[in-house]
């Protein structure tokens, strides 16, 4: 048996160019499309290649981008007043902050001054907190596990009654992603477990899952014996393993054996080229969401 390869590369390409036509209609009816500011403070390497990508992404779409590079010594309280200004900004839907940020800035604070209806990262506790009531209330669903939900259900998996295990209990990944396949409606109304450091017999959990999602940033934690045989493999991690002496580049691998995983799982998510491109998709799905939400309340 080899596993189905769900491609995160792939669908990406599918959803952008849904969203290039919802801007398109949105122009067409409000005279201007999306509005996202990309916040960044300093001059981190990884945060830059990230802000780099989404800038890149939101351009490509049509979207209205600011990008907002501050110092690294700026204040807290100028930053969380930059914030303010973009919360009051009619042409800004969506702002964006990169974490992680200096040390003197407090990261709670600055997550909690952005207006909820503008946190495209939904990290607000307001957001988190609506996602947690479910159905109607839900606003902006927190990028990374918003783009593991939309795989599942893209890659024909059912989730109606499945058992599903989610390996880690992050704020990021574990823990939405739990609440998010046990709620009530359409690519949810799983049976959910989410385990962690402190489980007793990790291996036992992982073989009773339909859908096996794993969030721990462990290279190879996941082992092909611990996979239920047609299982859908949501593989989260990305580990530096090594350095691609050539290119010079990071040589990155998931949370699970990928070569022998694939010859159990039914469906399964490489790394890299799985989670990882549907992030700053879903980021840009939240914009313009919010976007139309803007334009369109009375
Ligand atoms: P984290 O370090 O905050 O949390 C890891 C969780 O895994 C913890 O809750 C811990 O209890 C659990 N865990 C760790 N080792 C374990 C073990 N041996 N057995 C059982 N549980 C264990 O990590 P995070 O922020 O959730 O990220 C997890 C991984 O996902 C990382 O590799 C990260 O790089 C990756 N990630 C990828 C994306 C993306 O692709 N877009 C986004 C976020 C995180």
Redesign the pocket.
């Known amino acids: 048996m080899s596993a189905e390869i769900i491609s995160g590369t792939q669908m990406r390409k599918e959803i952008l160019a849904e969203l290039e036509q919802e801007v398109v209609r949105m122009k067409e009816a409000h005279g201007k499309g999306p509005g996202l500011v990309t916040i960044l403070v300093g001059e981190n390497p990884a945060s830059m290649s990230y802000v780099t990508l989404k800038i890149k992404t939101a351009l490509s779409l049509g979207f209205h981008e600011v990008q907002d590079n501050q110092p690294d010594d700026i204040s807290e309280e100028d930053l969380l007043a930059l914030i303010e200004k973009y919360n009051k900004d009619p042409d800004i839907h969506g702002i964006l902050v990169q974490l992680p940020l200096p040390r003197h800035i407090n990261e709670d604070a600055v997550i909690n001054a952005i207006s909820p209806d503008k946190d495209v990262d939904g990290f607000h506790p307001v957001n988190l907190g609506k996602m947690v009531i479910g159905g109607d209330e839900v606003r902006y669903l927190p990028c ?1 596990p918003a ?1 593991i939900q939309e795989m599942i259900v893209r890659s024909g998996t059912e989730t109606s009654g499945a058992e599903v295990v989610v ?4 704020n ?3 823990k939405p992603i739990s609440v998010m396949m046990g709620q009530k409606g359409p690519g949810a109304n799983s049976t959910v477990t989410m ?3 402190r ?1 007793q017999d ?1 291996a036992a959990h992982c073989k009773r899952a339909d859908i096996l999602i794993v ?4 290279p190879g ?1 996941v082992k092909p014996e611990w996979i239920k045989p047609g299982a859908t493999v949501i593989d ?4 530096r393993v090594g350095t691609n002496e050539e290119t010079g580049k990071a040589i990155l691998s998931g ?1 699970v054996d990928y070569e022998e995983a694939c010859k159990v799982a039914g469906k399964i998510t490489p790394v890299p080229g799985g ?2 491109p ?2 700053i998709t879903m980021l840009m799905k939240n914009t313009v969401k919010s976007a139309w939400w803007h334009l369109e309340r009375k």
């Open positions: 990374t783009g390996v880690g209990r992050s990021i990944v574990g385990v962690h450091t489980t990790l969030a721990a940033g462990v934690l989260v991690g990305v580990n949370d989670v990882g549907m992030t």
